[in-house]
């Protein structure tokens, strides 16, 4: 791997100005740079104990097929890169010159992603310019991504906010030619708007701490119930967007109904039930 070509697909994916995009890149430049042919970027979720995670990113293997491997297989191995925060390698024992790396990503002195990258040819993986190469590229992701996600996270839900909407809706609506297919425009083929009724009530009611708290759960339920693909914004207030993908009209009256069920039946602290949660299901149409 050549030192200039590797300063130039790390350089690349500093350009981008969403979480979704980054990772894309990043994964992109892990195949190019390291020659890691599968992987995937985890999240980890907190909202439990113990700790779960869910998969944010993949990379399509050489028959264009998502590799259907199910994080359990690799809990272990996933579970001691989580707690000692160190690099953990599985040998192929039937194939023994592959090899599965996992890798923290911390933000802030805290981890919060867990990267499963695959490659054959893994003699090198232990090689010092290998590995310091590897472990610099992932602390600078790991810098921006936490840079990118103070910019446009929402701290009280931890959705996208209003800035990340804006910049994601621009890129859909020019159709984004160079997107990565996980960001496809065509792939975002429903919008929704959601709004909890007489909101105003409960801060008037209970004070805004217990109006804070229900916003908070209520992001924790969409993150949740919605597919890690789907993009989640807190606009404002107690307005929320949902972007679904890979979802006709009629699945994503489905999604929405039975989330917008959830959210209804929910027993929220102190003020017990929502009245309603509004939801407005828009269709991108690119014709």
Known sequence: MSECKHLDDLANIFFQENTMLLKQSFVQMLKEAFGFDHVDIYQILRDRDPWRIRRTTYLLNCSGEKQQKSELEFQKEMNLAYRTARIVRLQN??????????????????????????RSNADNTTDIPFKKNLLNSIRLFSHYLFLLNSKTKDPLTNL???????????????????????????????????DIDNFKNINDTHGHIIGDEVLVSIGQMMLASFRPRDQLFRYGGEEFICALHSTNHEQALQILDRFRKNIEDFVFPVVSHVTKLSLIPLEFDFS
């Open 160 to 194: 996208y906010n209003r800035l990340a909407y804006n910049s994601f809706i621009i890129q859909v609506f020019e159709k984004g030619n160079d997107l990565p297919k996980a960001l496809d425009p065509l792939e975002y083929s429903a919008l929704a708007i959601m």
């Open 93 to 118: 024992k039937k194939f023994p010159q592959r090899q599965t790396l996992f890798l923290p990503v911390s933000e802030n002195k805290q981890i919060t992603h867990l990267i499963r990258a695959e």
